[in-house]
């Protein structure tokens, strides 16, 4: 069985810094695309960045860039987002994204439908 188990979120003020972990297990979690999807409330999910299998390459939607970093450990079966700069905008619950059913490419950033395995979600507040 599949499973994800995010952790790290909080709340922080403007500016802070926050760092998200997704623990796997039930599966090859180094020969998968995996990814970090957010939700706030009244709006669809989207995507905050993925991976690629053996961490490289990233993609990150246009939003986050150059503030948020997106890594992985395959020996420990974790994925892990480093957030900085954090502002209220990025308030919103942060979903771990694994088994992604297509093959690598820029538009699985854009598809949570593409990933079959879901975390339950961590809250990120961020006050001004």
């Known amino acids: 069985q599949v499973q994800l188990l995010e952790s790290g979120g909080g709340s922080v003020q403007t500016g802070g810094s926050l760092r998200l972990s997704c623990a796997a297990s039930?599966?090859?979690?180094?020969?998968?695309?995996v990814g970090w999807f957010r939700q706030a409330p009244g709006k669809e999910r989207e995507g905050v960045g993925v991976?690629?299998?053996?961490?490289?390459?990233?993609y990150y939607a246009d939003s986050v860039k150059g503030r948020f970093t997106i890594s992985r450990d395959n020996a420990k079966n974790t994925l892990y987002l480093q957030m900085n700069d954090l502002k209220p905008e990025d308030t919103a619950m942060y979903y771990c994204?694994?088994?992604?059913?297509?093959?690598?490419?820029?538009?699985?950033?854009?598809?949570?439908?593409?990933?079959?395995?879901w975390g339950q979600g961590t809250q990120v507040t961020v006050s001004s």
């Open positions: 994204a694994a088994e992604c059913t297509v093959g690598w490419g820029s538009s699985i950033l854009l598809r949570p439908s593409y990933f079959k395995t």
């Open positions: 039930g599966y090859r979690f180094s020969g998968n695309s």
């Open positions: 991976i690629y299998g053996s961490g490289s390459p990233t």
